[in-house]
């Protein structure tokens, strides 16, 4: 495997830290193309109207939704991610519900006993995955999207919440770094850390104004980095280059 990656004309990296790990493994700089995945942003035309998932979840208007949308597994940090509920509920700030969205992989046990032992199982709805429309619509109804991963490369996940005009809340590892620009399309906090994320999703929702500011700075940043046609246009000049 090795030899095929340092042998290769040319390796595409999805972002900067993919690239670093490309050359830990002996391949030369100048052998790296970075090209970020796309995403088609003609489905993100005509969204699900606003209120569509809260009604269809029976969530009341005045709670603000917090976000995750993934697979439910350990490297996740749905862990941290409801501990840090845990701590805004144990400071007063109790008008939110927490939306876990994906498939069980294997870690779904751990998730529904923290919730259980932390007194949470009227601020967590979980809905197992969703699709479509329907995943688009937990998109508009939330107020933010986290995703407080221990280990990332380049989750999708980010550019539909953006592509949904959301501000995103991540942890400051790996390819999240370069995804979320922090303060601007979002936040970044210490992975790990549910203190450090408590007080990030506190902010945000308690501050709507800066929020949406967030997600129309997100949305922007999808259109010019991250829409399909770039990405196809970058491709196509690789191999154009390549053949020359």
Not at 24 to 36: L, M, S, Y
Not at 57 to 72: A, H, T
């Amino acid at each position: 495997g090795l030899d095929l990656l340092r042998d290769a004309v040319m390796v595409i990296a999805l972002n900067r830290w993919e690239a670093l790990q490309y050359m830990k493994f002996g391949v030369p700089k100048e052998n790296i193309a970075i090209i970020p995945n796309g995403i088609d942003l003609a489905e993100y035309r005509n969204l699900p109207p606003k209120g569509s998932f809260r009604g269809k979840f029976n969530i009341p208007k005045k709670k603000k939704v917090v976000l995750y949308l993934g697979r439910i597994h350990w490297v996740k940090g749905i862990d941290v991610l409801v501990k840090a509920c845990y701590l805004m509920k144990k400071y007063g700030c109790c008008d939110f519900v927490l939306v876990i969205v994906g498939p069980d992989d294997g870690y779904l046990h751990v998730v529904q006993r923290m919730i259980d032992q932390l007194g949470l199982r009227k601020f967590v709805i979980l809905t197992g995955p969703l699709y479509g429309r329907v995943k688009l619509a937990a998109y508009v109804d939330a107020d933010v999207y986290i995703l407080p991963s221990r280990y990332e490369t380049f989750p999708m996940t980010i550019l539909e919440a953006y592509a949904c005009n959301k501000p995103v809340i991540a942890s400051n590892i790996g390819g999240l770094k370069d995804l979320v620009i922090d303060k601007e399309t979002g936040l970044l906090f210490q992975v790990n850390n549910a203190r450090d994320l408590a007080e990030k999703i506190r902010c945000t929702l308690s501050n709507s104004e800066v929020a949406a500011r967030m997600g129309g700075r997100a949305r922007k940043f999808v259109e010019q980095n991250f829409s399909l046609d770039k990405v196809v246009k970058s491709y196509e000049s690789v191999y154009e280059s390549i053949l020359e």
